[in-house]
């Protein structure tokens, strides 16, 4: 229940910061090639500097509270590969198509390790999928809460959108 009340104590708060909309709405790629709708706290604000209760959102991982959502329907797991948009053609590439054989996380082995090319990130990732263990799950979670503590949690996060994303 208290994750609701901070969802809904979020939206207040972004209402009262923008008129733009609260959420962000994403169509990703999931587990066996399906797509599901993903949403995050809106941080952008139509601002070319951060907003000062959009930098707490992304300092504390906040953003991506309403894609608990997403794991209670089981489209999402809690670690997991990165969500990648849904207009980028990955059925294609042969490197990006081992993400479709388990669910996307909120977070993973791509958000504790800092900033990475995309190539690193994959080679990391398709590691992450081979050798997957519950410790190792257990591992990614202690170190994604220390990074967030820590306030780094900023750093290590790409952008969600198909314009945004590596290619």
């Known amino acids: 229940m208290m994750a609701v009340d901070l969802a809904l104590l979020l939206a207040v708060a972004i209402r009262l910061s923008t008129s733009?909309?609260?959420?962000?709405?994403?169509?990703?790629?999931?587990?066996?090639?399906?797509?599901?709708?993903?949403?995050?706290?809106?941080?952008?604000?139509?601002?070319?500097?951060?907003?000062?209760?959009?930098?707490?959102?992304?300092?504390l991982g906040l953003d991506k509270l309403p894609q608990l959502i997403n794991i209670l329907s089981g489209h999402m797991s809690l670690i997991g590969p990165r969500t990648i948009a849904h207009s980028k053609n990955i059925l294609v590439e042969p490197t990006l198509a081992n993400l479709l054989t388990i669910k996307p996380g909120i977070t993973g082995p791509w958000a504790v390790g800092g900033e990475r090319s995309f190539d690193e990130e994959m080679r990391l990732t398709n590691y992450y999928i081979r050798n997957w263990t519950i410790w190792m799950d257990l591992q990614i979670l202690i170190q994604t809460i220390v990074r967030i503590l820590r306030g780094e949690r900023?750093?290590?996060?790409?952008?969600?959108?198909?314009?945004?994303?590596?290619?």
């Open 154 to 167: 900023a750093k290590a996060q790409l952008p969600l959108s198909e314009e945004d994303y590596p290619t």
């Open 20 to 59: 733009e909309p609260i959420l962000e709405r994403h169509k990703v790629w999931g587990a066996r090639g399906s797509s599901f709708i993903t949403y995050k706290f809106n941080t952008r604000f139509g601002r070319p500097t951060p907003h000062p209760l959009a930098a707490f959102i992304l300092r």
